[in-house]
C-alpha cells in the first residue's frame, strides 16, 4: 500500500497535534506536525535530504507571525500561512498544500490558490472530508467549500485585472528602474541598490522617485505590492552584477 506523509503546520499545539493523532490512525498515513512556517521549512528540508519528502501540507490560514499577503518574508523568519504556501509552491512544488480556515473568506481563499494552494477546507470539518480532499489534491484536483465558489471566481477575476493593470505600468519603466524596481522588490534600500547597480545614492534616488511616479503610487510599499501583483520578482541577490557599457548583466554565484 503506497502512504501518503502528511505535515501539518499550525501555531495552536493542541489543534496541530489532535489532528496528527487522528489523521495517523489511518493505515496508509504518516504525519508529523510543525507550529510555525520556519519550523515546517525545516522538516520539509529534512525529509527530502532523507529521502523521505511529504505528498501533502496543511497549513493554518491563520498561522501567525508573518508579514501580509503580498509581503516578502524575512530569510529564516516568520512566514504566514499564504506565504508559505507561495514559499513551498516555489522551492518544493512536488508538495500539495491545503489550507484549513477558521471560518469561510472568499479574499483569503482566492490568495492562497494565486500562491498555490490545491484546496481551502474548513477546520471543522469531518476527519472523512478532509482525507477525501488530502486523495483528492494528489489526484491533481482543487478542493473549494461550495459556498466559496463564486465569491473566489469574483476575487480571482478581480485579481487579474488588477494584475493586468499593474502590468501595464510596470512596462512603462526604462530597463534601468526595472532593475531598481527588482531591488526594492529584494528589500534593499537606497545605498544597497547604489552599491549593487554601481550608481551614486543621487541616481538611485531619482530612479527611485521615476518609478513611484509612473507606477501612480506614493511609497515604496506600495510600490513593491504593484511589482507584485504584476509578477515581478525580487533581484537575485546571490547573484554577481557586472556593468558592461551602461548594461545590467547578471551572473550566477558560480562563475566559469
Not at 541598490?193 to 509612473?214: D, F, I, W
Request: include cysteine.
Amino acid at each position: 500500500m503506497a502512504r501518503i506523509r502528511v505535515l501539518v503546520v499550525d501555531d495552536h499545539r493542541i489543534f496541530a497535534e489532535s489532528l496528527a493523532a487522528a489523521l495517523a490512525a489511518e493505515p496508509d498515513v504518516d504525519v508529523a506536525a510543525a507550529g510555525s512556517g520556519p519550523a515546517a521549512l525545516r522538516c520539509l528540508d529534512r525529509a527530502a535530504t532523507e529521502g523521505r519528502a511529504y505528498d501533502v501540507m496543511l497549513v493554518d490560514a491563520e498561522l501567525g507571525g508573518g508579514p501580509p499577503v503580498g509581503g516578502v518574508p524575512h530569510q529564516g523568519g516568520p512566514v504566514d500561512g499564504i506565504s508559505l504556501v507561495a514559499g513551498v509552491r516555489e522551492g518544493r512544488p512536488g508538495v500539495r498544500t491545503v489550507v484549513l480556515a477558521e471560518r469561510d473568506d472568499p479574499r483569503r481563499a482566492a490568495a492562497a490558490l494565486q500562491a498555490g494552494a490545491c484546496g481551502w477546507v474548513a477546520k471543522d470539518c469531518s476527519l472523512q472530508r478532509l482525507l477525501a480532499v488530502i486523495r483528492g489534491v494528489l489526484r491533481g484536483e482543487t478542493h473549494l467549500p461550495p459556498a466559496l465558489l463564486t465569491g473566489v471566481l469574483r476575487e480571482l477575476t478581480a485579481a487579474r485585472k488588477h494584475r493586468t493593470e499593474s502590468e501595464l505600468l510596470v512596462e512603462s519603466l526604462t530597463p534601468r528602474e526595472r532593475e531598481v524596481l527588482r531591488c526594492m522588490v529584494a528589500g534593499l534600500g537606497r545605498k544597497a541598490v547604489a552599491e549593487r547597480l554601481y550608481l551614486s545614492p543621487h541616481t538611485v534616488r531619482t530612479h527611485m522617485q521615476n518609478v513611484l511616479g509612473k507606477l501612480g503610487v506614493h511609497s515604496t510599499l506600495a510600490a513593491v505590492a504593484l511589482a507584485r501583483r504584476a509578477g515581478v520578482g525580487p533581484v537575485d541577490l546571490t547573484s554577481e552584477v557586472v556593468v558592461l557599457t551602461g548594461d545590467v548583466v547578471e551572473r550566477g554565484s558560480q562563475l566559469a
